[in-house]
């Protein structure tokens, strides 16, 4: 994570999730009242005054003992440390100052960053007073907030954004434009000699992180004039305490890959061809709209013939039916083959998802494709498409003005599908098509 980084920090219960969200403008944190209900760190990027800045929500473990307790926090808040450039220090006016703040602010005090220090739950006068009782933790940029209303929470960014530099903000924004490429698949299909193939040695910026409770990593890619994001979600150990099912475990953590990702790269085990669990994966990145490239991975292994690829892709696109129109990219991870083909694909189904038509070309090439193949006639009826437009979505979405949307059948609306697969290039990405009375 380049560019400048603000980690919030704070016991468990203190009101950081619901500061985040108010920070980054969406809920992305789980916001619930059980204590430690935010198990992984969170990442935003966030902006405020014009400057753009990696927000970071740490998680509060919650343990059975206490002394773990705070062992755990306080490993969360020296991860934090290391990572952030600030730190905004969330406590609760509504219980006062507790053991694990003090503890807290005892490891915060001896950062040299600065450390902006919020009282949360200060929504009237009374609770005012009663918070004055936080100065005595000795931080000197300390505000009064509700992170619920959002009351006093923009006195706080503006002190946080003065540190931010111009170059700083550029970077986190420009890093925040990059392609997000994820690589899923099931436990054991190779997922982490992939990634080790791809990053190598070479590993110009690496943004690992320490710390296993993270469910998934960033690393910033920068080679042969190609510059991504990967998110990786295969070098997560499981915790030794959890009894779940590793399947499901693994399906958790891909569908958090997935959020995270423009481009999927669905990786399958060619020895074992594709099981209902991927094609539950498969289906799911579909529903969420991402790009995909199919990788079959230990190739070299199969025993081949010289049709073995094309009967093996043949059979494959049965199974992924309805949605055929995708890479599909037979490698091998360990012997690095086709590697690079993998990055290229990736890149060209990026730039196939985020593909603009002018209303004017899209009209004048699906109006010809409808003049030749018109839409069946209902009841003696004939179904008129006069006008079409690409909506301001990120999976690329069309509307289809039509005189009765509403008795155009899915055969005609794959026919559509279709030619606008043909004629504008949407390989490997789900397209969604709408009729609307015109």
């Not at 991975?297 to 093996?312: G, Q, R």
């Amino acid at each position: 994570m380049a560019g400048f980084t603000l980690a919030i920090v704070g016991r468990p219960n203190v009101g950081k999730s619901t500061f985040f969200n108010r920070l980054l403008g969406e809920r992305k944190a789980i916001v619930d009242d059980v204590s430690g209900v935010t198990r992984d760190r969170q990442y935003g990027v966030s902006d405020w005054n014009g400057k753009t800045f990696n927000l970071i929500d740490t998680g509060g473990f919650v343990p059975q003992s206490e002394d773990v307790f705070e062992r755990e926090i306080k490993k969360q808040v020296l991860i934090a440390v290391q990572e952030a450039h600030a730190l905004v220090f969330i406590v609760d006016a509504a219980t006062g100052i507790t053991d694990l703040d003090e503890a807290m602010a005892d490891v915060l005090r001896r950062t040299s960053k600065p450390v902006f220090l919020a009282v949360n739950k200060v929504d009237n006068h009374d609770r005012l007073l009663e918070a004055t009782e936080f100065y005595g933790l000795g931080f000197e940029n300390i505000f009064f907030i509700s992170a619920m209303t959002g009351s006093g929470t923009g006195e706080v960014l503006d002190a946080v954004t003065e540190l931010i530099t111009e170059e700083k903000s550029e970077e986190t924004e420009e890093i925040a434009k990059l392609p997000k490429i994820a690589i899923i698949g099931q436990p054991n299909v190779g997922k982490s000699s992939l990634l080790n193939t791809l990053i190598g040695q070479e590993r110009t910026i690496v943004s690992d992180i320490a710390g296993t409770t993270r469910d998934t990593i960033h690393t910033h890619y920068k080679l042969f004039q190609k510059e991504f994001i990967l998110i990786d979600t295969a070098g997560i150990r499981r915790k030794a305490k959890v009894h779940e099912d590793l399947e499901f475990y693994s399906v958790i953590r891909a569908i958090k890959a997935m959020d995270e990702a423009d481009v999927c790269l669905m990786m399958i085990d060619a020895e074992k061809g594709i099981t209902a669990q991927d094609l539950n994966i498969f289906s799911m990145a579909v529903k969420k709209g991402k790009g995909i490239v199919f990788l079959v991975n230990k190739w070299d292994l199969v025993s081949k013939n010289t049709n073995t690829a094309k009967e093996f892709e043949k059979a494959l696109k049965e199974r992924l039916a309805p949605f055929t129109d995708l890479p599909i990219l037979f490698i091998s991870a360990k012997e690095k083959t086709r590697i690079f083909k993998v990055i290229e694909t990736a890149l060209e189904v990026y730039e196939n998802r985020k593909r603009n038509i002018p209303t004017s070309q899209l009209n004048e090439v699906m109006l010809k494709a409808i003049e030749s193949y018109h839409p069946p006639v209902v009841r003696g009826n004939p179904v008129k498409i006069k006008y079409i437009t690409q909506l301001p979505t990120q999976v690329p979405s069309f509307a289809f003005f039509s005189n009765q949307p509403d008795e155009i059948k899915e055969p005609y609306k794959n026919y559509l599908e279709n030619q606008l697969r043909q004629k504008f290039r949407f390989t490997g990405v789900p397209v969604r098509i709408f009729f609307r009375k015109k």
